[in-house]
Each structure stands twice: as C-alpha cells, then as structure tokens.
C-alpha cells in the first residue's frame, strides 16, 4: 500500500459489524472494503507498478544449504556487517530475513 498516513501505523480501531443480509458468498475483502469506505471514507485504488525484486537463485554448482541435524534445535536467522548466519531455518525464513535487510 502506498500514501498512507502516519496514524495508519498507531492509531487503532476495533471495528464491529453486523450484516443485515446473508453474506457467506461476499469475499472478506470485498466487505472490510465496504466498512472502511463507509466508516472511514477510505478509498481503494487499484494500480499495477514496476517494483524493484530480487530472484532467491540456486549457484551452478546447486545449494550449499544443508538439512538440519538436529530437529529439535529451534529455527534462528540473524547477524551483521553484511552477512546473514542462520540455524535449523527453511528457505521462508531466510526469505523473510532477506527482504527485511534489503527493504
């Protein structure tokens, strides 16, 4: 989502809402749209845009990442100074690691 506010991040709301028809067909989306147009006067646009992206690639000579040894060893993915260490973590967890640093 882009132009945002800053309240966006810090002000929160608890929304309640009650149907008056049946809507077990409606998307949710399609209804919290509706409630924040309504209540909020929020408006929804939706555009497709050029993003900068990175490939997760395998090197030639294929992955250097190893099966765990230990599976009861909790997943943990972190470091510093330009490099990335992680233990007992699958590929989302490295993924998330990866986009967090580079964002």
Do not use: C
């Not at 067909?25 to 919290?32: A, H, I, M, N």
């Not at 090197?59 to 990442?65: D, E, F, H, R, V």
Request: glycine fraction near 8%; hydrophobic fraction near 40%.
């Amino acid at each position: 989502m882009f132009g945002l506010l800053r309240w966006v991040d810090s002000d929160m709301f608890s929304i309640e809402a009650k149907a008056e028809t049946d809507i077990t067909q409606v998307p949710t989306s399609v209804l919290l749209q509706s409630i924040l147009e309504d209540r909020f006067q929020l408006k929804v646009h939706h555009e497709t845009r050029q993003l900068p992206a990175y490939h997760l690639v395998v090197a030639k000579n294929g992955p250097k990442l190893q099966p765990p040894k230990q599976s009861d060893v909790t997943p943990w993915v972190g470091g510093g100074g330009g490099r990335i260490r992680a233990t007992n973590a699958n590929l989302g967890q490295l993924s998330l690691i990866l986009r967090a640093r580079l964002a």
